[in-house]
């Protein structure tokens, strides 16, 4: 089972909402993954979480808030979005062995718009 | 610095048609993993294949082949006799090795196929 699930798959927020998107494995997996598709592009890393401590914020602004409460979820906390900010958002899990590069399996992702 | 290109940003073919989309990457390190992703109008980027750098042994699944040639730093996907189901948006990546229990993958702009009846 290689399964990774989103929720919601579509969200409309106004720039002062407070939301949530979640994401769900349980492949016993201990790398996952927030990325960010604006639409014709390819994903762009968000963060990534790794045996549940925050290991790459790749610059993303403190609008965006990750949190891992456990080894299966992961959330990603919005607050004062921009329209801008409007995407396809992705999570993506890995089982990693150390220094091997495992496979991202991915979920369905969240379509977001910010009006 | 990594990089994936594939310079090919549409094709469109017609069902039962061979269709080939390339990849070419550029890295420093003597090890490394290429990924192929396909992403359908859906959004799901789904898992198609994983290869090292020291495997260079091409691979068939059913329609799909892969060419992997180091000395040119291409991994090309090719489909055969595609089919209607195959259009999609595909993108090839590239990770590195490394320490930590996590990777990067640096994708290409991808290739959107459409395959028309």
């Known amino acids: 089972d290689t399964e990774v699930t989103q929720t919601p798959k579509h969200l409309v927020m106004g720039m002062t909402n407070k939301k949530s998107l979640k994401c769900e494995q349980h492949?016993?997996?201990?790398?996952m993954y927030w990325y960010k598709q604006k639409a014709k592009k390819p994903p762009e890393l968000m963060f990534v979480?790794?045996?549940?401590?925050?290991?790459i914020n790749e610059s993303v602004p403190s609008r965006f808030s990750p949190e891992c409460p456990n080894s299966s979820l992961l959330n990603l906390h919005l607050h004062a979005l921009q329209p801008e900010d409007s995407a396809l958002y992705l999570c993506?899990?890995?089982?990693?062995?150390?220094?091997?590069?495992?496979?991202?399996?991915f979920g369905p992702g969240t379509r977001l718009t910010v009006l | 610095a990594q990089k994936v290109t594939q310079a090919q940003t549409e094709i469109s073919v017609v069902e039962k048609e061979d269709v080939t989309l390339d990849c070419v990457y550029e890295?420093?390190?003597?090890?490394?993993?290429l990924f192929w992703y396909k992403q359908p109008p859906s959004g799901e980027l789904v898992f198609l294949i994983r290869?090292?750098?020291?495997?260079?042994q091409n691979e068939i699944s059913g329609r799909y082949s892969w060419n992997f040639q180091k000395s040119t730093s291409s991994f090309n996907f090719t489909i055969t006799a595609s089919q209607v189901v195959d259009s999609a948006v595909y993108f090839c990546?590239?990770?590195?090795?490394?320490?930590?229990?996590?990777?990067?993958?640096?994708f290409g702009a991808g290739t959107r196929l459409a395959v028309h009846p």
């Open positions: 990546a590239l990770s590195e090795a490394g320490s930590g229990g996590y990777n990067k993958l640096i």
């Open positions: 890295t420093r390190d003597t090890t490394y993993y």
């Open positions: 993506a899990s890995s089982q990693e062995a150390s220094g091997v590069p495992d496979t991202q399996y």
């Open positions: 290869r090292n750098s020291f495997d260079e």
């Open positions: 492949m016993g997996h201990r790398a």
């Open positions: 979480y790794s045996y549940e401590k925050l290991s």
